[in-house]
T-cell receptor, first 113, second 112 residues
Framework: DAGVIQSPRHEVTEMGQEVTLRCKPI?????LFWYRQTMMRGLELLIY????????DSGMPEDRFSAKMPNASFSTLKIQPSEPRDSAVYFC???????????FGQGTRLTVV | SQKIEQNSEALNIQEGKTATLTCNYT??????LQWYRQDPGRGPVFLLL?????KEKRKERLKVTFDTTLKQSLFHITASQPADSATYLC???????????FGAGTRLAVHP
């Protein structure tokens, strides 16, 4: 397996634009996590899914953020409208069961100007 | 409030020495605790997992302890090498549904 695949690797967008980040988890993994990493706040859990169902979205900062997992092999994180304070590295991770190791993608570096 | 605390200051040690990193948590009852390594520009990579009923776990030069009374985990790297220089993150599996929460990490620098 190629591991967790995220796209794009880098995204630069203007304030107010819609941004969509994509993630393909490892095949067979039941859990998918979206994290945001900044120097100030570290690695924050935004939302996670189990078997394509959102379990906990309490980390989603505002209604401008939304995430979907239409099937077991694809998830999106959308920010609409984007703001400069959304600039961060966004990671997707997947795992095969409770307590098992999480495998991370390479991340998407988002810059909102 | 719930907190996972790792030393925010970088840890600088000499090659060959043992590095010890600390992870303290508050208002969690984790069933599992994990340690990850993160290099600049990369995603975290899993190193070790320890369960709440385990006191210690070893893997090659790595050792993790888990004290649920002190609410603390210690992560040791023995015979450290410059290649061990990275940021190390601890993570808790909290709640009944595999919620994986990370500390902010501690940067380790091993000097030749």
């Amino acid at each position: 397996d190629a591991g967790v695949i995220q796209s794009p690797r880098h995204e630069v967008t203007e304030m107010g634009q819609e941004v969509t980040l994509r993630c393909k988890p490892i095949s067979g993994h039941d859990y998918l996590f979206w994290y945001r990493q900044t120097m100030m706040r570290g690695l924050e859990l935004l939302i996670y899914f189990n078997n394509n169902v959102p379990i906990d979205d309490s980390g989603m900062p505002e209604d401008r953020f939304s995430a979907k997992m239409p099937n077991a092999s694809f998830s999106t994180l959308k920010i609409q409208p984007s703001e400069p304070r959304d600039s961060a590295v966004y990671f997707c991770a997947s795992s095969s069961g409770e307590g098992t190791e999480a495998f991370f993608g390479q991340g998407t570096r988002l810059t909102v100007v | 409030s719930q907190k996972i605390e790792q030393n925010s200051e970088a840890l600088n040690i000499q090659e060959g020495k043992t590095a010890t990193l600390t992870c303290n948590y508050t208002n969690y009852s984790p069933a599992y605790l994990q340690w990850y390594r993160q290099d600049p520009g990369r995603g975290p990579v899993f190193l070790l997992l320890i369960r709440e009923n385990e006191k210690e776990k070893r893997k090659e030069r790595l050792k993790v302890t888990f004290d649920t009374t002190l609410k603390q985990s210690l992560f040791h790297i023995t015979a450290s090498q410059p290649a061990d220089s990275a940021t190390y993150l601890c993570a808790l599996v909290s709640g009944g549904y595999n919620k994986l929460i990370f500390g902010a990490g501690t940067r380790l620098a091993v000097h030749p």
